[in-house]
Nanobody, 114 residues
């Protein structure tokens, strides 16, 4: 059974940075795609950034130039470096991995104060 565990969330002032981590376990295979999603208060879950097994990346327009998705295959860990954070980045951030099906982490709260 695949498990994804996020960490690194917290409270930060606008303009600050945070780095989220997503550790994957339970599979010997690499997922076809991994990504970060977020759910702001009172809103739908939305895509933040994804990358595929062949290295294609995709970012939401709202985070382009500020967020960077990366992966350490040796550690089975995915990261999201978030710079120049804005109050509108406040959300619960989730990682997702596509193996035989979708797997989601439990989420980590990111709060950006103005």
């Amino acid at each position: 059974q695949v498990q994804l565990v996020e960490s690194g969330g917290g409270l930060v002032q606008a303009g600050g940075s945070l780095k989220l981590s997503c550790a994957a376990s339970g599979s010997i295979f690499s997922p076809a795609r991994m990504g970060w999603y977020r759910q702001p208060p009172g809103k739908q879950r939305e895509l933040v950034a994804t990358f595929t097994l062949i290295g294609t990346t995709n970012y939401a327009d709202s985070v382009k130039g500020r967020f960077t998705i990366s992966r350490d295959n040796a550690k089975n860990t995915m990261y999201l470096q978030m710079n120049s954070l804005k109050p509108e980045d406040t959300a619960v951030y989730y990682c997702k991995a596509d193996y035989d099906r979708e797997y989601w982490g439990q989420g980590t709260q990111v709060t950006v104060s103005s």
